[in-house]
């Protein structure tokens, strides 16, 4: 009889825990696939013009109000619409539906714009955004074809190195079934839709559970700048710090040093601290494009 080992056991636990909170997650209020497709012949309004409510949706949108620019967006696709209002509507109803944790309907919106979009620019950032709904959403594969078919049919795009990052991410942090990178993706779609408590909640546990995952290293930076953006800026550095101490070789280690000095420098006004963790990236990663951003922010510190 084949016993399984504890990692193994493990490793389906937090898959099936994984699965659960995602579909909870992600089933929230908001369009449907139905909802979006039938919405120019259910949703029209005519209170107000189309150029004032299309005004007042990217204002919204604009603003990080992004359940209400997605009512607005919806509203506008019972307009007659013209091409470009028509992209542009798709794209930021998309994203407004992701922004919000509803990944079921932005990836309706996705279909629908592939469907309804022909223009280069459109189908562009339509394809951008379809990427990172498959990496959220942790369908690993799909993500990775989306993203290379992006690369080669969009080289110039000012979001191609973004989709390099993500790939390279994705490609060299695979251990363990894939388990700790899907956690760790449905963590960066947590903070991206503005959920930080919740994503450090999942780090906390992908640490705990795969503490030596390929994968750990971004998560204890990935905590530190959630940390550093809800001003926790002493947990920030004691996070860029631990990835440092557990992880000395990770490529990681330079940058949330700096990001450390940054901290030190400008929020808690420690200049001797800060030239001190300029210093240590000078003297431990000289000839590098860290040490030369180093002393030049080190030079600014000593005016």
């Not at 084949?2 to 579909?23: E, F, G, N, P």
């Not at 309004?45 to 919806?74: C, D, I, Q, V």
Request: proline letters at 3%; charged letters at 25%.
């Amino acid at each position: 009889m084949k016993t399984l080992s504890i990692h193994h056991v493990v490793v389906r636990i937090v898959a099936v825990l994984y699965v659960v909170v995602m579909v909870s997650s992600f089933m929230l209020p908001g369009l449907s696939v139905d909802s979006v497709a039938h919405s120019a012949v259910y949703s029209a309004a005519p209170s107000a013009s189309t150029s004032a409510l299309m005004r007042e949706a990217t204002k919204e949108f604009l603003s990080g109000n992004f359940t209400k620019a997605s009512a607005l967006f919806s509203e506008l696709l019972g307009r007659n619409l013209t091409y470009l209002q028509m992209r542009d509507v798709l794209v930021y109803l998309c994203e407004s539906r992701l922004r919000e944790g509803n990944v079921l309907a932005a990836e309706s919106v996705a279909v629908l714009a592939t469907q309804k979009l022909s223009d280069v620019q459109g189908l562009e950032r339509i394809s951008f955004l379809k990427g990172e709904i498959l990496y959220f959403s942790g369908r690993i594969d799909e993500a990775l074809e989306e993203y290379m078919t992006f690369v080669e049919v969009n080289p110039e795009s000012p979001r191609v190195n973004d989709v390099i990052a993500r790939l390279l991410l994705m490609d060299e942090n695979s251990d363990r079934d894939r388990v700790p990178l899907r956690a760790f993706s449905y963590a960066q779609f947590l903070w991206f839709a503005d959920m930080p408590d919740s994503a450090l909640s999942v780090l906390d546990v992908l640490l705990a559970s795969f503490p030596h995952a390929l994968i750990a290293d971004d998560a204890l930076s990935t905590k530190g700048d959630i940390l550093r953006a809800r001003e926790d800026f002493v947990g920030a550095i004691a996070e860029y710090d631990s990835l440092k101490t557990r992880f000395p070789e990770s490529h990681l280690v330079p940058v949330c040093q700096l990001k450390a000095a940054y901290v030190y420098a400008r929020q808690l006004k420690d200049r001797d601290k800060a030239a001190s963790r300029y210093e240590e990236v000078i003297t431990e990663f000289p000839e590098t494009s860290f040490a030369v951003k180093a002393r030049r922010l080190l030079q600014e510190l000593r005016k």
